[in-house]
């Protein structure tokens, strides 16, 4: 993941979202206000999107279900995947 200030980003915009796209890489853009913005492409954001409906609909299900966790079991399961 790459870091760019604005004008960098402003003067280089083409090259790099053929970057974003090409290689599936996200870009953090940032100005002189502490703004700050994630660049990452339709691709990566739609299939991200996608799995997290997949898994609030889940949890959804599995209240529903009855099927409950304690807090420390949640952090963990969702640790767990952010570490693979």
């Known amino acids: 993941m790459q870091v760019v200030n604005y004008s960098h980003a402003r003067n280089n915009l083409k090259s790099i979202i053929d970057e974003v796209c090409d290689n ?3 870009v953090i853009i940032t100005t002189k206000n502490d703004k700050t913005v994630v660049m ?7 299939h991200t999107h996608a799995a997290l409906k997949r898994e609030v609909e889940e949890a959804l299900l599995e209240a529903e279900r009855g099927d409950l ?13 952010y570490e693979d």
């Not at 990452?40 to 739609?46: T, V």
């Not at 966790?69 to 767990?80: K, Q, R």
């Open 24 to 26: 599936d890489e996200e």
């Open 40 to 46: 990452l492409s339709m691709d990566k954001y739609n």
């Open 69 to 81: 966790m304690d807090i420390d079991e949640v952090f963990d399961t969702v640790l767990a995947k």
